[in-house]
């Protein structure tokens, strides 16, 4: 199994949601995270000081997937997260060694 | 003047000061929307507090040396009594003048409690408590009184002829004068200065409850100058209260226009803080004499504070280093002296002693203020530790987080 | 008239205005509570500016305008001038009428302001800042005087009989015309209507910030209603504004009551936007003829009032897909026609003149609305790019955002 | 008494009602803000709702029940009557008194809505809002005018010289004793004792609104106890209105130092909510004589209202299990006696007859209450679901959430 | 060593941690998320218009543990988080790679 | 490639962040979380009850690196970010099985 992880822009989170069902997924969990990379941040300016917001508000996504959903789950979120602009983000995958459902004790495929 | 007058004047002077104490939750929503959200229970408290303290001494002993009557000692030197414990209605009748006795002092009280709510905007966030309350105390039980009665006690400054209907001197000159001491010992915030001297921005926390501080100021602004011609019961009075409302309230809109497009032409964005100021630069403005001016005038007298305040901001952050997180000093100090040197654009007070009165006032404040809390400096430290500071005064001091659930 | 009724008159008119002004900050929080946390900044700038706008435009031409006395044109034209500018002390005596002139001007500024705060939470969240300020220079400077004058300046409305004792016409139709206008033209936030045509809820930030501003325009309308009996020297016009009183907060209250048992019944739960609207709905009812009802009626009209704006909300929200974040065009523009054509009810106006003033009102404030916003949009586009929407008017227009802490 | 007299007093009258009104948003900003941001909007809705319960019940019945004049049957017994419902313009005169019926009943109506916004702040988080609307209409319609009846009705109480100038028992003890009543039946918020019976804190979600909710009650509080002279034409009462503001400042002044002091020695913190508390438990203190006492006196009387109102709180959570989210059984009922029996220092009342009046007013309230509560429990249970609590009242009840983007 | 992520309901966060207390967890780090699952979410009412809530407040735990821990952690967190009822969350379990002390620099093991 | 993740003190972000930059990072993903160690939490004080708060505010920071940066990167933060106090945090270190970059759909290093 493994652990998907995508960092997009917050306002594709629905797109992406969406994205995710069509092909299967059943559950994600999401997370307020700030990002800082190649798109640089913007300028705020309060009482006449410019400061540099350079950590951007991003949304974090992690699915649990099967191996065999895996590359299609990555495509979805490719797809629906896209706008082609530089900030949109990345995706993670990491190997899962275990999974379990906690209300039933299920584990690994079964859990999801 | 009969009962009738009397009883007129009394309530409108009930009701002037009423709109005053409301300025307390002016400065403290104010305050509290333009710290971090760490340090917002703290200034919460200290607002509380020193209202409350700025009301026991003003009664204790202030309110008696600001209006020593015929025990002054001199032109310069005010009298000193604890009688005003004791004002109840026995002592009070219509002998006392145009108003009862009880409802000068609530009126006059309200004053000096604005005065000390300028200063704690300014030290906001890295100022203990105690010796802030202690602060409290001597400015309001001394201080503030000693000036109060040059100008309106009839001492000195009145006797040179310096102008100043409400207040843009005795009252905010005065609170702007002491935060001036006081940031000049305490420093800026950890973190408002880079090493290399660059000023970094601590962003409020709260904008809409800081805006809500700033309409509280303007309603209470009424009462402020509307009460201080001290008397409606007469055509003349009463057109003159009229007068005094509409040029408060005009004063206040060229503020707000003044400094939003300063704002916009010279930082590119309208930014809301400076618009808040704004609005706090155009009523001290006018408080100096805000009788005398037709509305048109009262706009543009205004609406140069308004200006002045977004340079003053500005300035005094990034080139003299005074880090004031609420604009305090600028809006009440800087504006304030503007204020008064405006007056003879409306035939009221000379250009000279209205300089004078500045001054006078400026010195006393600042010197004393200084003294005393150098003094408190040296007795207790009157700046939170290091940690404390980073940690958040709500935390440190007060025990109790202003949004705990949002974080 | 005795110069101590005069007195007492301009004091009354004066505390009135204090109060009516006061609703600038009832708007400011009900509308900063009602929009997402990344426009609140934006909508409070705003607030302070139109405020503003409206003081400094009514100052120079709109009071003039309103009531040109005998230099109108005719009674659908008023006249022209610059003659308010230079309102000073000096030009005033008891020869004015039964209040001061300055106290007079006073209390008509802030209804002016108060139209013009319909329209900022009607647009909230996509309208440009800089168009949004030059429509309030022509709505508070030219639009709404011209039809102000057409009823309380004594012009073509008054004439035919038209009954509209504090504004539920005058001021919130009006507010409400022009903030349909500026909504045609500028469409729904995005993200509001689904391709389905299906509308998605876009919950306010702040709930109890905007409960406080619906509990500062309760406060503020006594002032508002209370004041526009224009006089308080006689016992029969004492007793009227006592009746107000009591008829303006019993309004209130059953529109509360009202709009809380429909939401409860239709849709479930006891939505308390839908309280707060109610509120203003019941004063918005009554103001067309506060004095005339009994306690009862009055609190039944206010209590018609908060089921209108229930049904009117939904309705202009999910079937005309009008898009108006705080409800403004229900609550003073449904509630306000409710409220014109209700004064038959106790007797004051007659339906069909009452049908008419709504109709001639409305039709006057919409069409020029149109036409300034429509020529504005032409000029510079009225509406923010779908950039600074999404980013939030406060990072793309003013820089600070409301509540930096929490994120 | 002259036509302006009259006018003057119903003026007076009228602007201290909208003092008082101002009250609402005082205890809906302060228990908006000592909630968990779960249940702000719903505490929200409660507010609004009882508020405009409150004035429909006491014109439908309320207001008649306590001033029966001559209808009443004994001086236990008041009498009953819808006759208010149908108060106009037409029945009015200055043969009514010293100001207008109309202006009489809206002084009075402020007063009920301030009781029973006590009981809200008491039950917060866990009463559901239905059965609190329905026990808002008992306590507004009959159990509040009752009890009134008997002290300002000139019934039973008053007859026995028991003193309560503008209510520290009538309305405080009383809204204190209904929410006694009510916490004693609802039980503590889940989680806030251990099953060891250890107490653990909630912390309250907004600590700025919340002080801004004390400040609007110091505020509304000079119409509350200013307006309760119920005339200002004379030099005398103009005085004691004059004296009575005074003592009300310094009052509240005392209640936050004796707090804030008692809070800083005994538990090494500022704490900021026992500031708050301590303003409302000096303004209660104050409220049964606050024309009477000295300066120095009032002063005295509100800071051990502070004092107590520290241990009152603590004790009361800690010891008694009795979970008040805000404080208000501490503040309107430990410290309503406090006032209660203080009068006697100034002269006013006697100790016996105090005691009397206290224990007539506590027992009666709070018996009442309890059975009405207890029967709306046994009918439909007043009491959230363990769910619906976990989940927040604002979701399950009201639909809202008060602050949803911040989360 | 494993690094054991707990996806559970916010308000057994107590409860949980009382459990690893018990098995000898000496750390953990909390987060706030939301989540996406068989649990539907509910429907709130704004104005009028129904819109579904369905991200669900949770809280998420991580816990870094030695292999030998992991098995006794999973049982600890499954048990105290069960409510049985949906909803009641998930457990990831990764390999670590290492783990580093800041303060110290201790590795693996020793820095847990 | 490797996934670092640092729990550390939220006011040693901005020292972190800069030694990431001189040691060639070119983005992160940051995380506001709350951390139970060694370090106790500190008591608070609301109307006289007192409580524990004993979690406390930490910053994560996830930084996706070449197997070949892995070491340099620990060792930046674990100089930026230590004070010699209990409860500068901690690193953790993962294998990262797959990075994709949304926007060009680069992969792994390319990705960074
Ligand atoms: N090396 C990295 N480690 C962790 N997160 C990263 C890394 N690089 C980028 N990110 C995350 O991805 C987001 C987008 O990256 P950025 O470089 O701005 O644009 P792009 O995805 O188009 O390359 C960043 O805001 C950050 O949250
Ligand atoms: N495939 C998944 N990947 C990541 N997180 C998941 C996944 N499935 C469920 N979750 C998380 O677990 C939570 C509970 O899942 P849910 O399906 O609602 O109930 P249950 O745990 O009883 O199966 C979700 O809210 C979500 O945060
Ligand atoms: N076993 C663990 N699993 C996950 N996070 C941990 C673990 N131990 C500590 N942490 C995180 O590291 C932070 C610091 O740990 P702490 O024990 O307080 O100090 P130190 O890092 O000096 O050992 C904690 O607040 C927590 O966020």
Known sequence: ?112 | MTELEFALNTFYLLMSGALVMWMAAGFTMLEAGLVRSKNASEIVTKNLGLFSIACVMYLTCGFFIMYPGDSAISSWIPGFSFSYLSLGMEGQDMSYGSYSEASDFFFQVVFVATAMSIVSGAVAERMKLLPFFAFAVILTGFIYPVQGYWKWGGGGLDALGYTDFAGSGVVHLCGAAAALAAVSILGARKGKYGSDGSAYAIPGSNIPIAALGALVLWLGWFGFNGGSQLAIHTAADAIAVGQVFLNTNMAAAGGVIGALFASRIFSGKADVTMAINGAIAGLVAITAAPDTPTGGLATLIGLIGGIIVYFSVITLDSKFKIDDPVGAISAHGTVGIWGIMATPLSGAGAFGTQAIGAIVIFGWVFITSYVVLKTLDSLVGIRASEEDEELGLDKAEIGVEAYPDFK
């Open chain 1, 1 to 112: 199994m493994k652990l998907i992880t995508a960092v997009i822009k917050p306002f594709k989170l629905d797109e992406v949601r969406e994205a995710l069902l069509t092909v299967g997924v059943t559950g994600l969990t999401v997370t307020d995270v700030k990002g800082y990379g190649r798109q640089k941040g913007h300028t705020e300016l309060y009482r006449g000081s410019e400061y540099e917001v350079d950590l951007l508000p991003k949304t974090k996504i992690d699915i649990a997937v099967s191996d065999e959903q895996c590359e299609e789950v990555i495509e979805a979120v490719t797809k629906a997260a896209n706008t082609n602009n530089i900030g949109d983000g990345k995706i993670f995958v990491f190997g899962l060694d275990q999974l379990v459902r906690i209300r039933t004790g299920d584990l690994n495929e079964d859990a999801l």
